[in-house]
């Protein structure tokens, strides 16, 4: 599968499809979207929202929620703000979304079951995470949208002039509903 990828790599080069993708770094509706890794929202999610190349940056995770508050998430959001120039930030969870039934203990044993050993995954606990947190579901999309956006609006080095709005996504229609 990733032979025929890069095959329709380079043709895709060789083209010149890529010149209507061509922007600057900078999202031109200063707007960055913390959201989830969901397959379906790929593409569905800058559909519904009417979004193109260069208007947004997107930060996606299992769950799009804040686990660690220095993790990539938050970190990708302070330089969003502090480099790229964010006013805003939309936590857009979805429907049948996967990460929310997520349990720690059944994932542990899917690490051993995969070969990982108890000293292993004991180690993972040391570089700087909650080994519990990281790997915990929630109850509800509403919940966990706004827990993370509390969160952020909570944040030491997130400034207080930043919006902070969180929604659920409709993963078949891409209706947008407002949670906080």
């Known amino acids: 599968m990733i032979d025929q990828i ?7 080069v060789l083209s010149g499809e890529y010149e209507r993708y061509i922007t600057d770094k900078y999202p031109s509706k200063k ?11 790929t ?23 804040v686990a660690h508050p220095l993790g990539e998430t938050v970190r990708s959001l302070i330089v969003a703000i ?47 995470s909650n080994y519990t947190r990281c790997f915990r579901g929630f109850s509800s999309i509403e919940e966990s949208v706004s827990d993370t956006v509390v969160s952020l609006k909570k944040h030491p080095l997130i400034p207080h002039d930043i919006d902070i709005t969180g929604y659920n996504m409709n993963t ?9």
């Open 43 to 65: 593409e569905l999610l800058p559909a519904a929202m009417g979004l193109k190349n260069g208007d947004v940056n997107i930060i996606s995770n299992a769950g799009g929620i």
């Open 82 to 128: 502090y480099e790229l120039g964010v006013t805003d930030i939309m936590v857009v969870g979805h429907t049948d979304c996967g990460a929310r039934g997520l349990n720690p203990a059944e994932i542990n044993k899917e690490f051993i079951r995969r070969g990982i050993s108890q000293e292993k995954i004991e180690s993972a606990q040391y570089f700087g």
């Open 6 to 12: 890069l095959e329709h790599n380079k043709k895709f």
């Open 172 to 180: 078949v229609t891409g209706e947008l509903t407002r949670i906080i």
């Open 31 to 41: 707007i960055a979207v913390v959201t989830c890794m969901d397959t379906r929202l």
